[in-house]
Each structure stands twice: as C-alpha cells, then as structure tokens.
C-alpha cells in the first residue's frame, strides 16, 4: 500500500486498516462492528479500494484482512500503541490525551523511527490501555544497544543509579505491590543488591523485593545513557 503518510487518502487507507485490526480482536469481522472500531466511514469507495489494493476481501457482509492487508493493519497498530506509550511514559501524557495525539503521530513514524522507539522504551508488551503491542524486529532480535536508553531496573549492577521512566506488567497482582511500594516515574532509584533478595534505594526508602516484580520497572540508565534533568 501507498507509503507517504501525508496523503489524506492513505490516511483513511490506514485508520480503515486499523480499525479492520482492532475489530479483529475483538472478534468482530461484520462491516458495523468494524465501523464502529474506525474513525472513517467505511464507504463502497473506501471499501472498494482496499479490496482493489488486495488489503481485505469481503464475504458477504464481513470483511477480512488479506495476509498483506494484516501486515500492514499490524505495522499502523504498532506505530499507534507504541507512540501512546511515548506520549503517556515519556511526555507523561494522561492516557485518556494519548489516544487523539497518537493517532496523529501514528501516520508520520517511519519503521526505522518506529524501532527505534520500541528500543527507546525497552520494547513494551502493551500499551497504556492494556492492548497488545505488535512486536517488530527488534523485539524479536532481543536487541539490547546503546541505543537503548531505558532497561528494566533488574539490569543494573549493584551501586548503579537510574530515574524510573515507566512501569510496566502483564501482571495486574505485580503493578499493585510496586504501586504499594510507592514507586512512581521521575523518582531516582539506587540498586544496592541483587541476592538473595533485590534490595533497592527509591528516593529516602529502602526497599526488599522479588527480582521478577524489579523486573516490572523501567529506568532511564544514568551512565549508560543520559535520562531526562529534573527542572529545579
């Protein structure tokens, strides 16, 4: 499909795809169900047009992401969910303003700049609301660079210091014991020890936790690479 993000007709090419996905994952393949999920008017031209480009196929009333118009669906999903974790962990954005933003942004990321965020962000499972992040190469490849500049706190060695810049788990029961911890991004953490058990220092208070829960927090790595200054 076209690759100039700037055309509006792409556009409405893309948000389609995305929607098309989205539905998808809800189980939802009927042409209203897949209109509700999409910010364009699924129209006979529109819906033409992504069958002519062998996007989708429709049977019936269903419409169907052909295995290109999935690969596509899935880089702009992708693009999508990975610049609302920018915009929320980063930008610190609420995730109620990340969705309009995102949206955006989405149309303008090109797929080395699109890797390189996923890299940045230490290549996240989800985005702020919950949805699964498609995995790109680079998550694929494990690939741990300088040009990584956020890790999970677990790869620090013991005396390294960093800044949290997000938390993140697929695990509801994990995000509530750091959260009872009172651990937040912005807050600079210091790790003192690694076993038997992974002591840390969060701002005044020391604490005790399970490696697999430490793993849950992502740090800007200071000496590593350069975290944000605080502005006082």
């Not at 840390?200 to 000496?223: K, N, P, S």
Request: glycine residues 6%.
């Amino acid at each position: 499909m076209p690759t100039d993000h700037t055309q509006p007709h792409t556009h409405s090419l893309e948000e389609a795809l995305e929607g098309l996905w989205s539905a998808k994952e809800r189980g939802k393949e009927h042409l209203a169900a897949i209109q509700e999920m999409t910010k364009v008017t699924l129209g006979p031209d529109l819906v033409a047009e992504l069958i002519g480009q062998a996007l989708v196929t429709a049977q019936g009333d269903r419409l169907l992401l052909t295995p290109s118009g999935e690969d596509a669906a899935r880089q702009i999903i992708r693009r999508h969910r990975l610049a609302e974790r920018l915009l929320h962990d980063i930008l610190h954005m609420s995730v109620e303003a990340t969705e309009e933003s995102a949206c955006e942004f989405e149309h303008m990321l090109a797929d080395q700049v699109t890797e390189s965020i996923c890299t940045l962000l230490g290549h996240p499972r989800e985005c702020p609301h919950g949805s699964p992040i498609p995995e790109g190469r680079c998550c694929r490849e494990a690939r741990q660079s300088v040009e990584s500049l956020v890790v999970p706190l677990t790869r620090l060695a013991a005396g390294e210091e960093g800044k949290v810049a997000y938390l993140s788990s697929a695990s509801p029961s994990r995000l509530h014991k750091l959260m009872a911890f009172g651990i937040a991004p912005g807050m600079r953490v210091k790790v003192h020890q690694h076993y038997p058990t992974m002591v840390i220092q969060c701002e005044h208070t020391q604490l005790a936790m399970e490696e697999e829960i430490a793993r849950d927090i992502h740090v800007w790595r200071e000496g590593k690479a350069s975290a944000p200054q605080d502005k006082r």
